[in-house]
C-alpha cells in the first residue's frame, strides 16, 4: 500500500486562482518531499520539509506539515498555466530506509488560461 | 551537467527477451534508485543503491537485477520480459545525506508484447 496518497486525484481551475494539494501517509517520516511531472517527462523535485519543520516557502509554493495528522498541503499561489502537470508527494522514513522515497498517486491539476 | 541520462527513450519488447536499461549521473551520487510508473499507481520502488558495490531491493524487484559497479552508472536489467513488465521507468538520484530531493532521468517507456 502506498505511504503517501494525495487528495483530490483531479484538480482544475482557472489562471490566478490559488491551488491546494493534499497529503497523507501512514507511518512516521524523516521528511516529506513534492515534486511535478509535467506529461511524458520525468519528475522535478519542488520542496523539502522536515519533520522538525510545520511551514515552508519557496516563490508561489507554500507547504504545511502536520506530524500529528500525518498530512502534508502543497498550496500554489497565483497559478498559471504553465502549473498544469502531476503533483506527488513523497516520503523519507529515514532510518534503515534512509533516502528512499515512498510516493503518492498524485494529484492532476489543470490550469485553464 | 548531463544530471541523470536513461537510455533507450521508447523500446518494444518480445515477451521472454531480455534487455538493459541504462542510467549514468554525472553528480557524483551516492544513492541511485529506479522506479517504475504505472497508470493509477504512482510511482514504485524496484531497486537502489547507497553507493558503489551495494544494492538492495524495492517494493517490487521480481524480474529485475540491478548491480552498481561504477558511482555513475546503476543499469536495470529485465531478465525475461513479462507483459506486465509494460510501464515507465524512472532512474533518479540523489547525495545521501543531501536533502535537496532527488534528480530524475527523463524515463524509458517501455512495452513487452
Known amino acids: 500500500s502506498q505511504q503517501g496518497e494525495e487528495d483530490p486525484q483531479a484538480l482544475s481551475i482557472q489562471e490566478g486562482e490559488n491551488a491546494t494539494m493534499n497529503c497523507s501517509y501512514k507511518?512516521?517520516?524523516?521528511?516529506l518531499q513534492w515534486y511535478r511531472q509535467n506529461s511524458g517527462r520525468g519528475l522535478v523535485h519542488l520542496i523539502l520539509?522536515?519533520?522538525?519543520?510545520r511551514e515552508k516557502h519557496s516563490g508561489r509554493l507554500r507547504v504545511t506539515l502536520d506530524t500529528s495528522k500525518k498530512s502534508s498541503s502543497l498550496l500554489i499561489t497565483a497559478s498559471r498555466a504553465a502549473d498544469t502537470a502531476s503533483y506527488f508527494c513523497?516520503?523519507?522514513?529515514?532510518?534503515?530506509?534512509?533516502?528512499?522515497?515512498?510516493f503518492g498517486q498524485g494529484t492532476i491539476l489543470t490550469v485553464h488560461p | 551537467n548531463a544530471g541523470v541520462t536513461q537510455t533507450p527513450k521508447f523500446q518494444v519488447l518480445k515477451t521472454g527477451q531480455s534487455m538493459t536499461l541504462q542510467c549514468a549521473q554525472d553528480?557524483?551520487?551516492?544513492?541511485m534508485s529506479w522506479y517504475r510508473q504505472d497508470p493509477g499507481m504512482g510511482l514504485r520502488l524496484i531497486h537502489y543503491?547507497?553507493?558503489?558495490?551495494?544494492?538492495d531491493q524495492g517494493e517490487v524487484p521480481n524480474g529485475y537485477n540491478v548491480s552498481r559497479s561504477t558511482t555513475e552508472d546503476f543499469p536495470l536489467r529485465l531478465l525475461s520480459a513479462a507483459p506486465s513488465q509494460t510501464s515507465v521507468y524512472f532512474c533518479?538520484?540523489?547525495?545521501?545525506?543531501?536533502?535537496?530531493?532527488?534528480?530524475f532521468g527523463s524515463g524509458t517507456r517501455l512495452t513487452v508484447v
Open positions: 513523497a516520503t523519507d522514513t529515514g532510518g534503515t530506509s534512509y533516502g528512499k522515497l515512498t
Open positions: 520539509i522536515r519533520s522538525n519543520e
Open positions: 507511518t512516521s517520516i524523516n521528511n
Open positions: 553528480m557524483n551520487h551516492e544513492y
Open positions: 543503491s547507497v553507493g558503489a558495490g551495494i544494492t
Open positions: 533518479a538520484s540523489s547525495y545521501l545525506g543531501d536533502l535537496g530531493g532527488y534528480t
